[in-house]
């Protein structure tokens, strides 16, 4: 049970890093950290003042006891003149306490003074070593980014990406589609060639009307072809056919030699 329990965790932990790693944004953990070393140095400059503060009201309260101090030192100094060494003695004594209470004060305040030079040392590497890092962050970045770019470039080129991937996968698939169309062009177009399919698109006719039409046509050049080769036996000149008519048409001089022949007959009756 425990070394199941041990695989599902190394799973868990491969598949979380993994993930990690693949959501993680090296600019934009650059400037979380950055932005994390920045307060970082706020939080220094607060603690450099607080220990100012601090060394500040151990000298205030030195400079009160070096005063009480010189107060009790002026009244010893007046009670001995007026005959009354019990309160110089008194006076004295608390001098002293006071004394060694701004002692204390000003150890405290050289202690202080220490613990804030070097605060304000440390702080003054971390801010140069903030500086320091925002520059190397900011060129990072840049290099990260164009480095992103040219990749993006690359795998469009190289159609590595997944949108030139599709854009590929369009393409191909336009190719196979016009292939088919001219393959079903050319198909339909050697039927129609062939007879197996008719043309519509020409004449609206179909295959019998056009010989239907042809015969018609070939007995009427038959028929005129005849008429002139009897006209031409007899000395005529070839009578003119209408289209479609097998009946010959006369020409204007036989019109004319026709109706003179008529007004003779008729003279010669009266």
Same mark, same amino acid.
């Given at each position: ?13 491969? +598949? @979380?890093? +993994?993930?990690?790693? *693949?959501?993680?944004?090296? %600019? $934009? ?6 932005? !994390? ?7 220094? %400059? ?8 601090? %060394? +500040?009201?151990? $000298?205030? !309260? ?5 005063? #009480? ?16 060494? =019990? ?19 000003? #150890? ?7 613990? $804030?030079?070097?605060?304000? =040392? ?6 140069? +070593? ?11 970045? *840049? ?32 190719? =196979? ?7 079903? #062009?050319?198909?339909?177009?050697? /039927? ?7 043309? @519509? &698109? ?7 009307? %056009?010989?239907?039409?042809?015969? &018609?046509?070939? &007995?009427?050049?038959?028929?005129? /072809?005849?008429?002139?080769? @009897? ?7 070839? *009578? ?5 008519? #097998? ?6 001089? $036989? ?16």
């Amino acid at each position: 049970m425990s070394s199941i329990l041990k695989r599902m965790s190394l799973i868990f932990k491969a +598949k @979380a890093n +993994k993930a990690l790693d *693949a959501a993680e944004d090296p %600019r $934009e953990t650059l400037d979380y950290s950055y932005t !994390q070393m920045q307060e970082m140095l706020t939080k220094m %400059r607060r603690g450099v003042a607080d220990v100012a503060t601090s %060394r +500040k009201r151990v $000298e205030l !309260q030195a400079q009160q006891l070096r005063q #009480s101090s010189a107060k009790l030192q002026t009244q010893a100094q007046r009670a001995l003149a007026a005959g009354r060494e =019990d309160l110089a003695r008194e006076a004295l004594t608390r001098k002293s306490g006071v004394d060694q209470q701004m002692i204390d004060l000003q #150890s405290q305040a050289a202690n202080l003074q220490t613990t $804030e030079d070097k605060l304000v =040392d440390n702080m003054r590497r971390l801010q140069a +070593k903030i500086e320091s890092f925002r520059t190397q962050k900011e060129t990072i970045k *840049a290099q990260y980014t164009a480095a992103e770019a040219e990749t993006k470039v690359n795998e469009a080129f190289s159609g590595v990406s997944e949108e030139m991937g599709d854009v590929g996968m369009a393409i191909d698939r336009a190719k =196979d589609k016009t292939a088919q169309m001219q393959a079903r #062009s050319g198909a339909i177009d050697e /039927l129609i060639a062939s007879g197996a399919l008719d043309d @519509a &698109s020409i004449d609206g006719k179909d295959d019998i009307t %056009r010989e239907l039409e042809q015969m &018609s046509a070939t &007995s009427d050049v038959e028929a005129q /072809l005849a008429q002139m080769k @009897a006209q031409l036996g007899a000395g005529q000149a070839p *009578a003119q056919l209408e289209p479609g008519d #097998s009946t010959p048409t006369a020409t204007p001089a $036989e019109t004319a030699s026709g109706e003179n022949a008529t007004s003779d007959k008729g003279s010669a009756q009266s």
